[in-house]
């Protein structure tokens, strides 16, 4: 038996055999035991014999981090704990499925939020019940040949080797005609990630060229958004929406250039049309808190924050962020109570030093703007110890809130410490540069601010050039080690971090592999991938650190060693 595929054109493809499904292994995922049968049934009929069952997401969840299935079928509502979607969404996060594993998502319920909720995370297929045994197999058919295809650009995606990756979607294309959009779709999604626009928004006008693609569109959209095209991107999203309401990625595009261009009412309105067609993204209801909160929007960031504690509570992604903005909220309303209630909570559901000075940051703040000085002061002043009893220094955002309550509260030193700390970790970044002004200025430390700003710039530059200098003077360990201590020093700079891990690919293309430089090397390109994804270097040092492992042959084309970056322009500015 052999299953044909038909072209937009109607022309058949070629035959390719059927699958033999004796020897995969299966997952079925239903909390209602007749279910399960018919299901078991159905695939036994089909010829499978490895076949496990689980009644709640949770009982899914601990057979999928033992085993690794070829196929799950898994149902949308699980009753008590973790719904489908969540299942599915924490398998991705984890990477509990191998590339050529199929998902199968299956349900009765058809609600338009539901579908679409899971489908943002990306099932093989939505099946609505009942299922038929031929319904299941043309689509488990269907859908295996379609991720063999994949299987090998699936692989490289987890890896984060994006330039390989894109490589294969074209050598795939050359094999497989019939699933050429697909590929190119993920090809230029590849080459975004891969910090490389120009060569994804070839792809997309290309594919645009033939038919009006709603991802295409907003593909071009993102490139212009990340090009500092604001209105153009604002102009695309809008367009895309137009022609398909429920395509969501547009809404949270249209947001977030909203956003940038200033009207941040219009981008609130807009996340909350997306949130009401589907209502259950954490990440969509967090945003839209952010937003109404920033707009003074009450009612409607209780609303979000509220929605995003409960869909949360058994999601992967559930975050601290909606407790502490639900307590931003509670201040505002005067309910400081129930306030100090979530920072609790927060800080037993989230334990950890970042989230309790987080929570002592959003303490003070919820004191601040419900008058309380006194107690905002005291607050201010508890951060003050935690910092000086903490030598590491928090993320950026995080730096920046909490400098700007301090100097709110009528503190000086430990906010300009911080102000100063995050202008070396980003001392090319403009943007930053003037916010960091801004709290400078509001402070009533204009010029001051300036000149502590180009001191610190200029300290940070002076750091990466003696690194740079080692280098280029061939003596590379020396190097490698300076730029340790500046990592240490300056854990989130970027220039820093990328010379840093090019110096250690540098030392093993020259010495030869070794293990422990590997696991640094990586380790510091992960953080980049942290910190701002989609960066052009960051995919040609993971390239490059692919080939040095023992065993594997380069391909045609991958990425050659690159040049250290000298920052001498960077310290001419400041």
């Known amino acids: ?58 009982e899914a969840m601990t057979l999928l981090l033992r085993t690794h299935y070829d196929v799950v079928l898994c149902d949308f509502n699980l009753g008590e704990g973790k719904n489908g979607q969540q299942v599915l969404e924490e398998a991705r996060v984890r990477n509990l499925m191998i590339p050529s594993s199929v998902w199968l998502m299956v349900s009765a319920e058809k609600s338009v939020e539901s579908v679409m909720g899971a489908a943002e995370h990306q099932p093989d297929a939505y099946i609505i ?66 910090g490389e626009p120009d060569k994804a928004r070839t792809v997309y006008e290309r594919l645009l060229e033939e038919r009006e693609y709603n991802w295409a569109r907003t593909g071009l959209g993102k490139i212009r958004l990340a090009n500092g095209d604001h ?47 589907s209502p259950n993204s954490v990440q969509r209801q967090r945003s839209l808190g952010n937003t109404a909160l920033r707009i003074g929007n009450i009612p409607q960031a209780e609303h979000a924050f509220r929605k995003c504690i409960a869909i949360g509570e058994y999601s992967i992604n559930r975050t601290v962020d909606a407790y502490l903005g639900m307590a931003r909220v509670c201040g505002q309303k005067g309910d400081i109570k129930e306030a100090l209630r979530l920072l609790a909570t927060a800080q037993r559901d989230f334990p950890g030093e970042l989230v309790a000075l987080r929570s ?64 070396r970790n980003n001392h090319d970044n403009p943007v930053l540069l003037d916010e960091v002004q801004k709290i400078f200025d509001k402070a009533r430390m204009g010029e001051e601010g300036m000149a502590l700003i180009a001191e610190a710039r200029r300290e940070a530059a002076e750091m990466m050039n003696k690194g740079v200098l080692l280098w280029k003077t061939g003596k590379l360990a020396e190097a490698v080690e300076w730029m340790r201590e500046a990592r240490e020093r300056l854990p989130d700079n970027m220039r ?33 991938d942290e910190l701002a994804a989609g960066q052009q270097r960051f995919a040609q040092l993971v390239e490059q650190l692919q080939v040095l492992i023992p065993g594997r042959v380069p391909a045609e084309g991958e990425a050659e060693a690159v040049e250290p970056v000298d920052e001498g322009a960077a310290q001419a500015d400041a």
């Open 1 to 58: 038996m052999t299953t044909t595929y038909i072209t937009a054109s109607g022309a058949p493809t070629a035959e390719i055999a059927d699958v033999d499904w004796g020897e995969k292994r299966y997952l079925i995922v239903d909390d209602f035991v007749g279910i399960r049968q018919l299901l078991r049934e159905s695939l036994r009929n089909i010829g499978a014999r490895h076949i496990d069952q689980a009644s709640s997401g949770g």
């Open 129 to 194: 019940k009942p299922i038929t045994e031929g319904v299941l197999l043309t689509r488990l058919n269907r859908v295996w040949h379609k991720k063999q295809v994949f299987r090998e650009i699936d692989a490289a995606y987890i890896e984060k080797d994006y330039l390989r990756a894109a490589r294969l979607c074209d050598a795939q294309v050359a094999r497989h005609k019939v699933h050429e959009i697909d590929l190119m779709r993920m090809k230029a999604t590849l080459l975004l990630k891969a």
């Open 231 to 277: 209105e153009a991107a604002r102009q695309m999203f809008q367009g895309v929406i137009g022609e398909n309401r429920y395509y969501i990625d547009a809404y949270d595009q249209l947001a977030g250039a909203l956003g940038l261009l200033g009207r941040h009412e219009d981008a609130c309105e807009v996340l909350a049309k997306a949130a009401k067609l």
């Open 360 to 423: 002592k940051i959003t303490e003070g703040l919820v004191y601040h703007e419900s008058g309380d000085f006194r107690r905002a002061r005291k607050s201010g002043d508890e951060l003050e110890a935690m910092l000086e009893k903490e030598r590491k220094r928090p993320q950026t955002a995080t730096c920046i809130e909490m400098a700007t309550l301090l100097f709110a509260v009528g503190v000086k030193d430990a906010p300009v410490e911080l102000l100063c700390h995050v202008i």
């Open 496 to 528: 820093i971090l990328f010379n840093s891990a090019q110096m250690l690919i540098n030392h093993m293309q020259l010495h030869g592999y070794d293990e422990a430089l590997m696991i640094e090397a990586n380790g510091v390109l992960m953080h980049v």
